[in-house]
């Protein structure tokens, strides 16, 4: 196929994110581990013969962060070795004291890089034009995607031409957008008058097929939980007549959440054997939500298991909105603590307290319930 392209398009690096739930050797784990799955996306573009890289907005995580991060992504960008073309997205955006006219990044970055700064189509590569949209500002006051085609006529004859944008659709947002949406059928029918070829979108961080010439790629390296499909670049072939999209999966890090109900021993059993099966536990973050009661020395036993769970994942958070596991104790087992003066009239006056309704003293109890029994 001689007239056909390949390329590849990535979005939403947002290079330099805090996640603090990590905690501080998570978080900068995952932080290199954003900037690898930039540098295997040069690999990607390698192996697959690509004629450049686009990146459709959020770049950066925001205007000012650190000198470290922007230089150590302007290295990352040395290892792809063909163009790549950068769109100021709303984290990043194109307004004044943006990091794209510091000093740092225009001093380091590489030559083969470019962002767009303009609505003007420049031609990439020989057949092929790009055309984007950058942000302005964090607030735009109109479809964010709109100025960088709705003025085009079609693309001449024998040229592909490439939309960059950021933001959510109208037809995705689900009216929860809190700033303009970008109008799908605008896109199509840009597409279906030959103003466009292909439409690489960003701000949606799960890889996304709108159409068949319409694509968020989704981020290279999980953010949240949340997020169904991260983690990859899109391979892009197109022709004169078709297009061909392949996801190609770039990060290594999973980020889960998984809900459990405790009552007994055999449902925490379950619990310890399903962290068991989850590999890549280093590169892992799980967001535990838990329900149900559990007698003191299992309520003990499951905040052992968290803790110990928490050293070996890259994080193991309680989430506490949904987090509703409450103590059943069992008269016996604080017998069995054999506490006496001033520690068993605490026990006695937190007993109480449960016995009134107050949750606060069955957390009380369960604490006292498991250093009683480390201690012994």
């Avoid at 700064?117 to 055309?131: A, C, S």
């Avoid at 701000?203 to 983690?231: C, K, L, M, N």
């Avoid at 990859?232 to 072939?237: A, F, G, M």
Wanted: glycine share 8%.
């Amino acid at each position: 196929m001689n007239d056909s392209i390949t390329f590849l398009h990535s979005s939403d690096w947002q290079l330099g994110m805090m996640r603090r739930f990590l905690g501080p050797d998570g978080q900068a784990r995952w932080a290199q581990a954003r900037l690898d799955a930039v540098m295997r996306i040069g690999e990607v573009a390698k192996q697959t013969s690509a004629a450049f890289v686009v990146v459709t907005g959020d770049v950066f995580e925001h205007n000012q962060v650190e000198r470290q991060t922007i230089l150590r992504a302007c290295e990352a960008l040395k290892r792809i070795e063909v163009p790549v073309v950068l769109l100021p997205g709303n984290h990043d955006a194109l307004e004044p004291g943006s990091l794209w006219t510091s000093s740092q990044w225009l001093g380091h970055a590489p030559e083969h890089v470019k962002v767009v700064t303009d609505t003007l189509p420049r031609e990439i590569v020989p057949g092929v034009e790009i055309v984007g949209a950058p942000w302005r500002s964090r607030r735009p006051v109109s479809d964010p995607a709109a100025p960088g085609y709705a003025d085009l006529a079609p693309a001449p004859a024998g040229t592909k031409r490439i939309l960059l944008a950021h933001g959510q659709l109208t037809s995705l947002s689900g009216g929860m957008s809190d700033v303009p949406t970008i109008d799908q059928t605008s896109l199509e029918a840009a597409v279906t008058d030959g103003r466009l070829h292909y439409i690489g979108l960003g701000d949606r961080h799960s890889t996304t097929e709108v159409t068949d010439r319409i694509w968020f790629s989704g981020t290279q390296e999980v953010t949240a939980p949340e997020e169904t499909h991260p983690g990859n670049v899109l391979k892009v072939t197109l022709t004169a007549e078709e297009i061909e999209v392949e996801s190609i999966r770039v990060g290594a890090w999973h980020m889960v959440e998984h809900h459990a109900e405790l009552y007994d021993e055999e449902s925490l059993t379950a619990l310890e054997d399903w962290f068991a099966e989850l590999p890549e536990k280093e590169r892992t973050y799980v967001r535990l939500a838990a329900d149900g009661s559990l007698p003191l020395p299992l309520l003990s036993r499951l905040d052992a298991m968290v803790d110990a769970q928490g050293e070996v994942f890259a994080s193991v958070e309680r989430w506490a909105k949904f987090w509703t596991v409450r103590p059943a104790p069992d008269a016996a087992d604080l017998d069995a603590l054999q506490l006496s003066g001033p520690a068993r009239a605490a026990m006695e006056e937190l007993r109480q307290a449960l016995a009134g309704g107050d949750e606060g003293a069955g957390a009380a109890l369960t604490l006292m319930h498991r250093l009683a029994r480390d201690a012994g």
